[in-house]
């Protein structure tokens, strides 16, 4: 197979960018289009790490459709070997072919050579990204999860694009993938992959941010309402919590709160969906019995005051609100 190639400018400039994730229902900050725009000009993976539900993922997925290309995943656990990752071979195919091949004379290097070749191979996600006609995004989600000899072994395809597998040869990739790793962090990357990938770091989000993001992801909802909830996010983030809530808990709880016809956030409505942004039993007991009050009584002064809702102001809340356990 030829050399790797993408085709130039398939994501733009910084601005194109930014306007992409934008109609994509992405909200994203300079930062976020510079990264990108810098690892596809550069040909490097970006490795991208933040806390859970705070949008590391959707970048890739936004990315595979703002160039209408294939996103291919691979999700990392723990114990995630190269096979799963790369290529097995078909048994079942094999088994039906050299049975069907019984009776033809063909000589046995042959027949073994045939049914070890491209067509009786189950391509796995890295193969498939090698392979594609066109080239895709391919996530490396979680790789934090993933055991250090596989980090390795994924060092070397991501240097080279190519794998080597002993029947049939080097597969060299025809056109470089759009490598996108992410990482929650649950155990340190080695220097190695580190130093091969552009890095973002993708922070909570301000009130701002958050807003326009519950605007953008749940239309439905009410300003007013948006606005506390946005609030409540940023000021629950500040108490603390063993799981803090991120991007993800917030929608859901919108959502949440616009099934239950809510309109504006009161101890009631909060204390019925507050599993939704609470997923630890600890953390629940916590928030009802210190900071749902406090929380609520800060809102409600920044909905009185006029002073305008803020990243400044709330954070001036959050400065007031209980400390400790
Ligand atoms: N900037 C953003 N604009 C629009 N939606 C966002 C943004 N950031 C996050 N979201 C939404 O928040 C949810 C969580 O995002 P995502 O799954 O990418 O988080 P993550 O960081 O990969 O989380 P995890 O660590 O749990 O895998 C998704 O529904 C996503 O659409
Ligand atoms: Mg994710």
């Not at 992409?20 to 300079?30: H, K, N, S, V």
């Not at 656990?77 to 048994?91: I, K, P, Q, R, S």
């Not at 049975?99 to 045939?114: A, I, M, N």
Request: aromatic share 6%.
């Amino acid at each position: 197979m030829g050399a790797g190639s993408r085709p130039p400018q398939a994501f733009g400039g910084i601005p194109e960018i930014m306007e992409t994730l934008q109609e994509q229902g992405y909200i994203a900050d300079r930062d976020v289009a510079l990264s990108i725009h810098l690892s596809v000009a550069l040909h490097k993976p970006l490795l991208i790490e933040g806390a859970a539900g705070v949008g590391k993922t959707e970048i890739a997925k936004v990315m595979a459709r703002a160039v209408a290309t294939d996103l291919i995943r691979l999700q990392c656990y723990e114990g995630l070997d190269v096979h799963t990752a790369l290529y097995e071979w078909n048994y079942q195919r094999q088994m039906l072919r050299i049975k069907l091949e019984e009776t033809t004379g063909r000589p046995v290097e042959e027949k073994e050579h045939l049914i070890f070749s491209e067509p009786f191979m189950l391509k796995r996600p890295l193969l498939q990204a090698i392979t594609a006609d066109q080239a895709p995004v391919l996530l490396i989600d979680e790789v934090d999860r993933a055991d250090e000899e596989f980090e390795a072994f994924l060092l070397e395809v991501l240097s080279d694009f190519q794998v080597s597998i002993p029947e049939i040869g080097t597969i060299r990739a025809r056109h470089i993938p759009y490598v996108v790793l992410t990482s929650n962090r649950t155990r340190d990357l080695s220097d190695a992959l580190r130093r091969r990938c552009l890095y973002l770091w993708i922070d909570y989000p301000t009130f701002e941010k958050e807003l326009a993001i519950i605007h953008r992801k749940v239309p439905e909802i009410n300003d007013r309402l948006a606005r506390q909830i946005g609030a409540f996010m940023q000021l629950v983030r500040r108490v603390n919590l063993d799981k803090v809530p991120g991007i993800a808990e917030t929608l859901d709880w919108s959502a949440a709160l616009l099934a239950l016809h809510r309109d504006h956030l009161d101890p009631t409505a909060v204390e019925e969906t507050l599993g939704c942004l609470c997923k630890d039993q600890e953390d629940l007991t916590r928030v009802r019995a210190r900071y749902l009050g406090p929380i609520l009584e800060r809102i409600d002064a920044i909905g009185q005051s006029g002073d305008g809702w803020n990243s400044d102001r709330i954070a001036q809340l959050a400065a007031q609100l209980p400390k400790g356990r």
